[in-house]
């Protein structure tokens, strides 16, 4: 969609051009670092894109998880942490897409998801004190090496 203000200036609405790029803010089945929360809501924001969040939780293989998916309980608190960035965005006018991703390769399935969804930019943004630091590293090694997209880490 575009428009003309009176002086002239022509603005086109990005969200609704073929080439949209959204925002993608991603945890580990923690809580997100409050940074990364306020990077992802704002570039979302700045930028006129939509805002996916998402949590990506290790399941392990067990042999019912081979006839009935993997089960994956999520606690109240950690619900309500990882609505906030979602609702402060969706305050915002920014639309917001929540999806969560249980693997028993969770830093391969956020590799996947990136390359599927093609964002613009991907803020990795677990409280990395609450994360296990192998699976972090992991899935930091894995979007540095093969994301095609902007990459936000915690600890940088």
Request: charged share 25%.
């Amino acid at each position: 969609m575009r428009s003309t203000t009176g002086n002239g200036i022509t603005a086109s609405d990005r969200a609704s051009r073929s080439d949209a790029r959204p925002v993608m803010l991603a945890t580990l089945d923690t809580p997100f670092d409050p940074r990364a929360s306020e990077l992802a809501v704002d570039s979302a924001l700045e930028s006129g894109q939509r805002l996916i969040v998402v949590n990506v939780s290790s399941v392990a293989i067990m042999p019912a998880s081979m006839t009935m998916g993997y089960a994956y309980l999520e606690s109240e608190e950690l619900r309500d942490a990882l609505r906030a960035p979602a609702e402060l965005a969706v305050s915002f006018n920014v639309p917001v897409e929540l999806l969560r991703v249980a693997s028993p390769h969770p830093a391969d399935a956020l590799l996947e998801l990136v390359e599927e969804r093609r964002p613009s930019l991907v803020v990795l943004g677990p409280d990395t004190t609450m994360v296990r630091g192998r699976l972090y590293r992991r899935a930091a090694r894995k979007l540095r090496e093969h994301a095609t997209c902007l990459v936000w880490l915690a600890d940088d």
